[in-house]
């Protein structure tokens, strides 16, 4: 059974930050580019960043660049997103993604998702 695990999810005040990871399990990920998306109540699911395996390709929603930060370990099948400044309006549940590459992420075009995490900023 295929699974992508997110972790590091929680209540903030803003200017805070947060790191989450997702660990993925029951396939090989060799190859995979991962990546976060999030879902705010009442909005549609939106992309955050994609990475490839290597790491050599990164992708940002524009929302969020320069305050967050993607990484994986790929020995680990494991993706970060290291956030910084937090503001409410990044409040949302966050999934994990996997996908065959980065661009495929970033036009949410996905193999695997996880089950998702809250994120909750404070004013």
């Known amino acids: 059974q295929v699974q992508l695990v997110e972790s590091g999810g929680g209540l903030v005040q803003a200017g805070g930050s947060l790191r989450l990871s997702c660990a993925g399990s029951?396939?090989?990920?060799?190859?995979?580019?991962m990546g976060w998306f999030r879902q705010a109540p009442g909005k549609e699911r939106e992309f955050v960043a994609a990475?490839?395996?290597?790491?050599?390709?990164?992708y940002y929603a524009d929302s969020v660049k320069d305050r967050f930060t993607i990484s994986r370990d790929s020995a680990r099948f494991t993706v970060y997103l290291q956030m910084n400044i937090l503001k409410p309006e990044d409040t949302a549940v966050y999934y994990c993604a996997a996908a065959p590459s980065p661009v495929g992420i970033r036009r949410n075009v996905i193999d695997y998702w996880g089950q998702g995490t809250q994120v909750t900023v404070s004013s």
């Open positions: 029951g396939r090989t990920f060799v190859g995979y580019a």
């Open positions: 990475i490839s395996w290597i790491g050599g390709s990164i």
